[in-house]
Nanobody
Framework: QVQLVESGGGLVQAGGSLRLSCAAS????????MGWFRQAPGKERESVAA????????YYIDSVKDRFTISRDNAKNTVYLQMNDLKPEDTGVYYC?????????????????WGQGTQVTVSS
């Protein structure tokens, strides 16, 4: 089993920044990718960003490119999401996830473990 704990969410004004962290513990895979997803009220969960095991390959949904940066520290089993220039449409519950696949994926069904989520609210 793998446990994921997210932190760093909160309330911020439009144009502001937040940094989300997600620490993995337990029996992690030998090489695993990590991703961030979000879900707004009344909407389906969507992929925001993903990073491969090596950190060399990264995926971003178009709406966050040039504003969000995903990174990871394998020594700490932690993935980060730096979010800049936040917009009200970025509001939602942000979840991190771990996949046994070494490449980062945008598809939720390719992830094996999920965190409990952290709320991000961007006011206009």
């Amino acid at each position: 089993q793998v446990q994921l704990v997210e932190s760093g969410g909160g309330l911020v004004q439009a144009g502001g920044s937040l940094r989300l962290s997600c620490a993995a513990s337990g029996r992690t895979f030998s090489a695993y990718s990590m991703g961030w997803f979000r879900q707004a009220p009344g909407k389906e969960r969507e992929s925001v960003a993903a990073v491969s095991w090596t950190g060399d390959e990264k995926y971003y949904i178009d709406s966050v490119k040039d504003r969000f940066t995903i990174s990871r520290d394998n020594a700490k089993n932690t993935v980060y999401l730096q979010m800049n220039d936040l917009k009200p449409e970025d509001t939602g519950v942000y979840y991190c996830a771990v996949s046994h696949r070494s490449y980062g994926s945008k598809w939720p069904h390719e992830y094996d473990y999920w965190g409990q989520g952290t709320q991000v609210t961007v006011s206009s």
